[in-house]
């Protein structure tokens, strides 16, 4: 099956800077990637659509100058957590569609996942 | 807008047995797409089931077969002769047919006792 590769896996930062994390398709072209937040036993939220060559999609609540997403290429998307606090810590997932098949599925690929904490 | 709801936040088994997860949805659309998806401890998301809701017969993948009513709009999972490696989190999920957003449901926490 397709893979999708995040990095890094985990991430310790200072309050008051700002994390990178990538999400890749490493066998496929991805024009829509997905980015979520899943809180200790909790379920996944949809934080944003990031949409190849535009600007990404920001689910109702979510602070888009907060969480920077770049779809820069069709096998790359980055989420950036701007000026990062406490209340940000947490896991970030990414997922996308391979959409090179001639069937559409609706199954999405998900990447390992990204444990942010902020001290 | 779509709901998901899995009413049974834990359970658990004996190895070998079989074991039923509940999920219900609500959605105003005709075509779309229910998953089940397993987070093991690695918290890596792995596809365990799908069914398309315009297919009456329900999917089956080895041990793992679903029960779709989409009158009643329920979809459960069940796993037949569990075994260790399926304990995890089991989310049920649900997509519009043409739009890959998710949307999870709170999720199950499944134990196989040995």
């Known amino acids: 099956g397709a893979v999708v590769s995040q990095h890094p896996s985990r991430v310790i930062c200072k309050s008051g800077t700002s994390v990178k994390i990538e999400c890749r398709s490493l066998d496929f072209q991805a024009t829509t990637m997905f980015w979520y937040r899943q809180f200790p036993k909790q379920s996944l939220m949809l934080m944003a659509t990031s949409n190849e060559g535009s600007k990404a999609t920001y689910e109702q609540g979510v602070e888009k100058d907060k969480f920077l997403i770049n779809h820069a290429s069709l096998t790359l998307s980055t989420l950036t957590v701007t000026s990062a606090h406490p209340e940000d810590s947490s896991f970030y997932i990414c997922?996308?569609?391979?959409?090179?098949?001639?069937?559409?599925?609706?199954?999405?690929?998900f990447g390992e996942g990204s444990r942010l904490t902020v001290l | 807008a779509q709901t998901v709801t899995q009413s049974q936040p834990e359970m658990s088994v004996q190895e070998a047995e079989t074991v039923t997860l509940s999920c219900t949805y609500d959605?105003?659309?005709?075509?779309?797409?229910l998953f089940w998806y397993k987070q093991p401890p690695s918290r890596q998301m792995i596809l365990v089931i799908r069914q398309e809701a315009y297919k009456q017969q329900n999917a089956t993948e080895n041990r793992f077969s679903v029960n779709f009513q989409k009158a009643a709009k329920s979809f459960s999972l069940k796993i037949s002769d569990s075994q260790l490696g399926d304990t995890a989190m089991y989310f049920c999920?649900?997509?519009?047919?043409?739009?890959?957003?998710?949307?999870f449901g709170t999720g199950t926490r499944l134990t196989i006792i040995p």
């Open positions: 999920a649900f997509s519009i047919f043409g739009n890959e957003k998710l949307t």
């Open positions: 997922s996308a569609r391979d959409a090179s098949g001639s069937d559409y599925t609706g199954e999405l690929f």
């Open positions: 959605t105003s659309e005709s075509n779309y797409y």
